[in-house]
Nanobody
């Protein structure tokens, strides 16, 4: 059974930082591209960042330079370090695992709420 379990969400002030974690089980972690998506109320789900099994990362325009994605294949965990948080970063953040390029195997976590507010 595949599980992606996110943690680390919560309330942060503008300009503050949070670190999200996603622990995976039931998959060969190093074979999967891992990603973080987010969805704010009334908005479509959007890509925040992704990272290949070999560590190549890609970022959405709105977070580039502020967020950093990383992974620890030995711990089957992907991280999202979020700095210089803005109210517009408020959303539910989802962990996503996918085998690329086929996309034949893809899994979502349950999501974790991030709220940026003073």
């Amino acid at each position: 059974q595949v599980q992606l379990v996110e943690s680390g969400g919560g309330l942060a002030q503008p300009g503050g930082s949070l670190r999200l974690s996603c622990a995976a089980s039931g998959i060969i972690f190093s074979m999967y591209t891992m990603a973080w998506y987010r969805q704010a109320p009334g908005n479509e789900r959007e890509l925040v960042a992704d990272i290949s099994g070999g560590g190549i990362s890609n970022y959405g325009d709105s977070v580039s330079g502020r967020f950093t994605i990383s992974r620890d294949n030995a711990k089957s965990t992907v991280y999202l370090q979020m700095n210089s948080l803005e109210p517009e970063d408020t959303a539910v953040y989802y962990c996503y695992a996918v085998v690329r390029p086929s996309g034949a195997f893809a899994y979502w976590g349950q999501g974790t709420q991030v709220t940026v507010s003073s």
